[in-house]
């Protein structure tokens, strides 16, 4: 499958050209960058913007077309503009059905090459490649006629070269309890990756340091770090462009979080116009759901980062 996708997108890419040189970004808008964590509830966050608002997303139809994004979105508005409803399941951030929104590895990654060192490629993006991904974006927006939001929780590590590639770029960063976050991730390596010598999802930048070290560890450390990473560059690099969500508000009252969301978003230029669409009350899991031996060792993790490193919401 890897093949046919390869082959049918540098078959387009003549199809590329030509509708980006058509395409005027001049009608786009700049992007919406959704970042955090692993497992802090970024695909809810996700799923419900794009059910409460009109907002053009790669989606499970348009990430096959990874190297030909701008003919992609176009496919998105002729054949899914009228079926972004979402379902509000997911599998660690994979969604299912063609109008689901999709993190889109394969698009990310023709820009930031490295796959196995994520924190060098940000270091080794041209400014020409920045300023090409900041019309293209621009363009995918045009092509879709509605402002664009991106969920690839990489782009947290990304916050640098994403404000160079359109220094108008908006960022929502997805917070959640931060144990519960690290229980999540503490699960999540039980299942799928539980060798404590590699990395799981997005590493935070001193992985190096807790490399070896129980995974309840590390999955603290991860959390806090790359939380950390976020906030440092957002108030470096974006400024005022950035808004926290509580993944806990998103749930309780997802039609004022989003509200709030639209509110804060006009006042940086953009216009979010409601789909109509009433949203459900969301779960919010009260319990940690790990052996209460290890929730105490994290407890013992957090406090210990906090006191050293400075609390990052307040927790």
Wanted: hydrophobic content about 35%; overall charge positive.
């Amino acid at each position: 499958m890897g093949f046919f996708r390869e082959t049918v997108n540098r078959i387009l890419l003549p199809t590329e050209f030509i509708l980006s040189k058509y395409t005027s970004t001049k009608n786009g808008h700049p992007p919406m960058y959704i970042v955090g964590a692993p497992r802090s509830g970024s695909t809810l966050l996700m799923q419900v913007m794009v059910q409460y608002y009109r907002l053009g997303y790669i989606s499970n139809l348009s990430r096959n077309f990874y190297r030909v994004p701008i003919l992609g979105s176009y496919l998105d508005r002729f054949f899914l503009a009228d079926k972004k409803v979402s379902k509000f399941h997911s599998n660690y951030g994979n969604t299912t059905g063609l109008s689901e929104p999709n993190e889109a590895a394969d698009y990310w990654y023709s820009w930031f090459v490295d796959r196995h060192d994520v924190h060098r490629s940000v270091q080794e993006i041209t400014h020409d490649s920045l300023r090409t991904l900041g019309k293209q974006s621009r363009s995918m927006s045009a092509a879709q006629k509605l402002p664009f939001v991106h969920k690839n929780l990489y782009n947290s590590i990304r916050i640098k070269p994403l404000t160079l590639a359109d220094p108008e770029s908006l960022f929502v960063v997805i917070n959640r309890d931060m144990l519960k976050i690290a229980a999540s991730i503490y699960m999540a390596r039980l299942k799928q990756n539980p060798d404590v010598n590699s990395g799981w999802s997005v590493p935070p930048r001193n992985f190096d340091d807790v490399s070896g070290m129980k995974l309840e560890v590390q999955a603290v450390h991860q959390v806090y770090f790359i939380y950390q990473q976020i906030l440092n560059d957002l108030k470096k690099y974006a400024g005022n462009r950035f808004i926290i969500i509580r993944y806990e508000d998103l749930c309780h009252n997802p039609g004022a979080t989003m509200r709030t969301l639209g509110e804060w978003v006009t006042q940086h230029g953009l216009q979010l116009k409601p789909r109509g669409i009433a949203l459900p009350q969301l779960k919010v899991s009260s319990s940690y759901n790990i052996d209460p031996q290890i929730l105490k060792q994290m407890q013992i993790v957090l406090h210990d980062l906090n006191k050293r490193e400075g609390e990052l919401f307040g927790e």
